[in-house]
């Protein structure tokens, strides 16, 4: 009995080291993505720039330094700047985020990060990427940050695809007091390491981008940092820009996305106080 009792702890221990070289492993083997050369995952299902309806909220030509969308009251204490994807800050659905989260009592800022030069198609993205840097966006909109902060605003950055390198960047950084990243592009499991602030990650089961083995990967090293609060979440059976470039006509989709939507609010209401 003694015999036996000794060969199954034995067997726990292996056990328990196996699945600790596993979750080593899984944190720092290479994941193999998309090349740039091939079909960008980020630039399917671009979005229909004429699917404008009505906006809530309005335009500024310059906005601390920025071309900008602007939703909700400016004398809200607590403000959303959101960072678009590829296709910029003029797509119609990222626009009625906006207008979604301005309702619900906060100040949104939707900065032209881009500088009037979305993707589109016909353009090499090769080329097109090499002059818009996630980290030289998030160094310009950091004026605006500071400007909402001074009118004594509590600020957080929500970032979809592209947009979510830019929160990264910045989540670097004590600029910001919470993130959250949705289908993300271009982030690493290095960024993830250097976050100093509340950071909420939304992928997608289906992204083949920043697949839910990445997103596996984010988790494990933002859990190395005690001290940094983080929220993480896979929701199934969607593609990458499930969060703001979804299919309207179909049902599931719509569904998510506002269960996306909800999720970065409930995050940003729990992080963004005074």
């Not at 009251?73 to 989260?101: E, T």
């Not at 998030?138 to 909402?148: D, N, Q, S």
């Not at 509590?154 to 950084?173: H, I, M, P, R």
Request: glycine letters at 6%; proline letters at 6%; hydrophobic letters at 45%.
């Amino acid at each position: 009995m003694a015999r036996r009792a000794t060969a199954s702890l034995l067997l726990i221990v292996l056990l328990a080291a196996a699945a600790t070289v596993s979750a080593a492993e899984d944190l720092t083997a290479p994941l193999l993505l998309p090349s740039a050369s091939s079909r960008h995952p980020c630039l399917d299902n671009p979005p229909d720039m004429t699917d404008t309806g009505a906006e809530a909220g309005r335009a500024a030509r310059d906005f601390h330094g920025l071309e900008a969308y602007l939703a909700g009251s400016s004398r809200a204490r607590r403000a959303v700047i959101l960072g678009s994807d590829y296709f910029g800050f003029q797509a119609p659905k990222l626009r009625k985020i906006a207008d979604q989260v301005a309702a619900l009592g906060y100040y949104v800022v939707v900065p032209d990060l881009l500088h009037g030069d979305p993707f589109k198609d016909g353009v090499s993205y090769e080329e097109w990427i090499k002059t818009h840097s996630p980290a030289d966006a998030a160094e310009k909109v950091k004026p605006l940050i500071a400007a909402l902060k001074k009118e004594g605003k509590t600020v957080g950055f929500g970032g979809y695809c592209w947009g979510s390198k830019v929160a990264v960047e910045l989540a670097k950084t004590t600029e910001i007091q919470a993130v959250v990243i949705s289908h993300p592009s271009r982030v690493t499991v290095d960024d993830m390491k250097e976050i100093k602030c509340p950071i909420e990650v939304l992928g997608g089961e289906f992204d083949v981008f920043s697949p839910p083995k990445l997103v596996h990967q984010f988790e494990l090293a933002l859990e190395q940092n005690k001290a940094i609060d983080h929220f993480v979440k896979i929701f199934p059976r969607v593609p990458h820009g499930f969060a703001c470039r979804y299919n309207s006509s179909d049902p599931f989709a719509v569904e998510t996305a506002e269960a996306a939507r909800k999720d970065m609010v409930r995050w940003f209401s729990k992080h963004l106080k005074h």
